[in-house]
C-alpha cells in the first residue's frame, strides 16, 4: 500500500486548502481513510476519516464544520478540504489507512490502529 499526500502550502488565516492523498497498491473497498497532523512539538493528532465504501465521515470536534473528507474512488483519492483556517493548524498532515478490522468507530480516530502512513505536506497558516 502506498499513500502520497499532496496539496500543502502556505495559506493566510482564514483561507482554505485542499489536500489529496493518492493511494495505490491494493483495493481499498471496506478500508478506512484517516488524516492526521502533527504541529512542531506536539503529538499527532487525529483529523478526519473516511469509510471507502459507505462514504461515512469522522471529524475531530476542531474541525468539525470548517474541514470536509471526501473521496473519489474512480481516481483511488481521498481529499480534505479545509476552510476557515487558523495558525495553530500549522502542521505536518498525513494520510492513513490499516487493513485491521475495528470493532467499533472509536478505531478511526487513533493513530496507533493505522498501519500505512503517506510522507506528509506541511501546511502553514500566517497570521
Known amino acids: 500500500v502506498q499513500l502520497q499526500a499532496s496539496g500543502g502550502g502556505l495559506v493566510q488565516a482564514g483561507g482554505s486548502l485542499r489536500l489529496s492523498c493518492a493511494a495505490s497498491?491494493?483495493?481499498?473497498?471496506?478500508?478506512?481513510m484517516g488524516w492526521f497532523r502533527q504541529a512542531p512539538g506536539k503529538d499527532r493528532e487525529f483529523v478526519s476519516a473516511?469509510?471507502?465504501?459507505?462514504?461515512?465521515?469522522y471529524y475531530a470536534d476542531s474541525v468539525k464544520g470548517r474541514f470536509t473528507i471526501s473521496r473519489d474512488k474512480a481516481k483511488n483519492t481521498v481529499y480534505l478540504q479545509m476552510n476557515s483556517l487558523k495558525p495553530e493548524e500549522t502542521a505536518v498532515y498525513y494520510c492513513?489507512?490499516?487493513?485491521?478490522?475495528?470493532?467499533?468507530?472509536?478505531?478511526?480516530?487513533?493513530?496507533?490502529?493505522?498501519?500505512?502512513w503517506g510522507q506528509g505536506t506541511l501546511v502553514t497558516v500566517s497570521s
Open positions: 473516511i469509510s471507502w465504501s459507505g462514504g461515512s465521515t
Open positions: 497498491g491494493r483495493t481499498f473497498s471496506g478500508y478506512v
Open positions: 492513513a489507512t490499516s487493513e485491521d478490522d475495528c470493532p467499533n468507530n472509536e478505531c478511526y480516530y487513533l493513530r496507533g490502529w493505522y498501519d500505512y
